[in-house]
C-alpha cells in the first residue's frame, strides 16, 4: 500500500494525543510524520517532510491555522488541509476552506469510524492525483511552463513573500506582459463556488479553472496588456494596464460586465467583481491587490454578480464609533413577532431589525452571530412551543448563515424558517428531541451516523441536542449510539450466520479492529470469546 505523510497540528497536547492514538495510521495507508504545537512550527517541520496531509487546528499562537493554509500551499503544493474547530468556530472552518482546506473535524464529535472515512476519501483523492500527474504529459508540462512561473510569482508577490524589488526583477527574467506604468488588479470571485464545484468530479476541477481562464484572456482586448493568474478555484486575478482619462472607469465596468455576461452564457457561472483604484506602477501591486480584495468583500453586503469599484461609498462597512448594538432588545422583539404566530409581523419585525443593523455599519461578523442567534432562537424556542413538522432541509439554518454569501441570503434563510415554525398544516406528536434522536438511533445504527447528521434530520442545532439528549437520556450521543450497536451485535453474534466481520460491518462498524476494542470494553471480553 502506498503510505502518504500525516503532519498533525494543535497547541493542545491531549488532543494531538487523542487523534494520534484514534486510528491505526497505517492501516490507512498514512505515516505519522510529525507533530506540532502553532503554525509556524508546523511551516518549518512542512518544509523538511514534505507531507501529504496536515490536520490542523484554527487558533493557535505564532501562526493560526489560516495562515499556515495560505503559507503551506507554497511550501507543499498538492498537500491536503482538514481543519479541527468546535461550533463556534464555523466561520472559521468556512474561511479554511474557501483557502482550500478539504474538510473540516468538530473537535469534540471526532470518531474513529468517522476519521477513518474521511482518511479514505483523502487517501484516494491522493492516489488519483498522483496517477494524473504520473500519466499526464499535459499537467507536467503546466507545471514546468512560464505560466506556471509567473502565477507563482503574483502569488508570492501580493502575499509579501518576495520583496519588491527582486519581484520586478524576476517579472522582467518572466517576460510578464503588463508594464510597469499605470495598471488596476481586478478579482473576479465565482459565486455559489460550493455548489458549482458539485457539479465537477474531483479530476476536472482543473476543467472548471481552465475553462475560466480562457475565457478570461479571450474576453479582454489587444489594446490592454494584461496577465491572468488563478488564486484559487473560486478566485481569478488579471491585472491590465491602463489610462485615467473620464472614460475609462466606463471602459473597465463595460469590460467586467463583458466577462460576467460570457461566464454566464457559455459556463452557466457568475462572477462578482472587485477592482482596485489606479496605481503608478507595478511596485504598488500588492496595494492594488489589497484594494480589490476590500472591494470584493463588501459583496456580503451589495449581493453577488455585482461589479464592486475601490471607491464604493461605505466600503468600511464596521467602523462606525459605537458603545454597542442593543442585540437583546433586538431578539426580544424577534422573539415576540415569532410567538404572535403571524408571518406579516414576522416579516416587518424581521425588516425593521435590518434597518437597524444597516444604520449602525453593523459588519459582517457581526450581522453573521446576530442571525445566528436568530436561527438558534427558531430552533430552541419556536420549534419546541409549536406543534408542525419539522422541516426536512439540506442544510442547517445556523450553518446556512455561516456559508451564505449576501446579507440578503442570510435574511431569506432566517425569514423562511422563521415562517416554517409557525406554519400549523401537520401535527407532530408531542415527542422530546432526544426522543426524535434516539428513535433515529435505533432505525439507522447500522448507517454512517452521528450528532450533527442526526440534528440535522430532527432541526435542531446539535449543541442544544446534545445537551438535552443527556439530560433526558442520562448519557450521551455517542455513547448511546455505540450502546444500541454493541447491543445489537451481542444477539447477532449468538447466530453463527454471519462471520464476525460481517457483523461488526452490519452494526456500523466498518473497522473490524476499532469493533473488537469497542465490545470488549462494554462487553469485558472480546466478540471471539463472546461468541465462544
Not at 483523492?125 to 500527474?133: G, H, N, P, V, Y
Not at 527574467?173 to 481586478?186: A, K, M
Not at 475560466?212 to 488563478?230: A, D, G, S, T, Y
Request: a negative charge.
Amino acid at each position: 500500500m502506498m503510505m502518504f505523510k500525516l503532519l498533525i497540528v494543535d497547541d493542545e497536547l491531549l488532543m494531538r494525543m487523542g487523534i494520534r492514538s484514534m486510528v491505526e495510521w497505517e492501516q490507512q495507508g498514512f505515516c505519522l510524520a510529525g507533530e506540532a504545537s502553532n503554525g509556524k512550527e508546523a511551516l518549518e517541520l512542512a518544509r523538511s517532510v514534505q507531507p501529504d496531509l496536515i490536520i490542523t487546528d484554527i487558533k493557535m499562537p505564532l501562526m493560526d491555522g489560516l495562515q499556515l493554509i495560505r503559507e503551506a500551499q507554497r511550501v507543499v503544493p498538492g498537500c491536503k488541509f482538514v481543519i479541527l474547530s468546535y461550533f463556534n468556530e464555523f466561520s472559521y472552518a468556512k474561511e479554511a476552506m474557501q483557502l482550500g482546506a478539504v474538510d473540516y473535524l468538530i473537535k469534540n464529535e471526532i470518531t474513529p469510524e468517522g476519521l477513518v472515512q474521511l482518511l479514505e476519501r483523502i487517501r484516494q483523492k491522493l492516489l488519483a492525483e498522483r496517477a494524473s500527474f504520473g500519466k499526464s504529459e499535459p499537467a507536467v508540462s503546466y507545471l514546468e511552463s512560464l505560466s506556471y512561473l509567473k502565477e507563482n510569482l503574483f502569488k508570492d508577490w501580493i502575499s509579501g513573500l518576495l520583496e519588491v524589488n527582486e519581484a520586478i526583477m524576476k517579472a522582467e527574467q518572466l517576460h510578464v506582459r503588463v508594464r510597469s506604468t499605470e495598471l488596476r488588479v481586478i478579482k473576479f470571485r465565482l459565486d455559489n463556488f460550493e455548489r458549482v464545484r458539485k457539479k465537477y468530479v474531483e479530476k476536472d476541477e482543473k476543467l472548471l479553472r481552465f475553462s475560466i481562464l480562457n475565457i478570461l484572456e479571450e474576453m479582454i482586448p489587444r489594446k490592454w496588456e494584461k496577465e491572468v493568474v488563478i488564486e484559487s478555484s473560486s478566485d481569478y486575478l488579471l491585472i491590465i494596464n491602463t489610462v485615467q482619462s473620464e472614460s475609462e472607469l466606463s471602459e473597465i465596468h463595460h469590460l467586467c460586465r463583458g466577462i460576467q455576461q460570457a461566464m454566464k452564457d457559455f459556463m452557466n457561472v457568475t462572477f462578482s467583481v472587485g477592482v482596485s483604484s489606479i496605481i503608478p506602477s507595478l511596485k504598488c501591486l500588492r496595494t492594488a491587490y489589497r484594494e480589490a480584495d476590500q472591494a470584493l468583500q463588501s459583496r456580503f453586503f451589495w449581493g453577488t454578480g455585482q461589479i464592486l469599484i475601490y471607491e464604493t461609498p461605505k466600503m468600511n462597512h464596521g467602523s462606525k464609533k459605537r458603545s454597542g448594538l442593543p442585540l437583546e432588545e433586538w431578539k426580544s422583539e424577534f422573539r415576540n413577532a415569532l410567538e404572535s404566530r403571524k408571518e406579516e409581523k414576522l416579516a416587518d419585525t424581521l425588516l425593521e431589525i435590518r434597518r437597524n443593523l444597516v444604520a449602525e455599519e453593523a459588519s459582517e461578523r457581526e450581522i453573521r452571530e446576530f442571525y445566528m442567534g436568530l436561527a438558534e432562537i427558531i430552533s430552541t424556542e419556536g420549534f419546541s412551543k409549536c406543534t408542525c413538522r419539522l422541516p426536512q432541509v439540506e442544510m442547517l439554518p445556523y450553518e446556512a448563515v455561516l456559508t451564505a454569501e449576501s446579507w440578503d441570503e442570510i435574511h431569506c434563510i432566517v425569514l423562511e424558517y422563521a415562517k416554517q415554525c409557525i406554519a400549523t398544516d401537520y401535527p407532530l406528536p408531542e415527542r422530546s428531541y432526544a426522543d426524535l434522536a434516539a428513535d433515529l438511533i435505533h432505525r439507522n445504527y447500522a448507517e454512517e451516523i452521528s450528532l450533527i447528521s442526526v440534528a440535522n434530520q430532527i432541526n435542531v442545532n446539535p449543541s442544544y441536542l446534545s445537551r438535552v439528549f443527556k439530560q433526558e437520556k442520562g448519557e450521551n450521543f455517542i455513547s448511546y449510539l455505540t450502546r444500541v450497536r454493541i447491543e445489537r451485535s451481542k444477539s447477532m453474534l449468538e447466530n453463527r450466520r454471519y462471520k464476525i466481520s460481517e457483523v461488526a460491518e452490519k452494526v456500523g462498524y466498518r473497522n473490524y479492529p476499532y469493533f473488537s476494542k469497542i465490545f470488549k470494553k462494554f462487553v469485558g471480553m472480546s466478540p471471539e470469546e463472546y461468541r465462544g
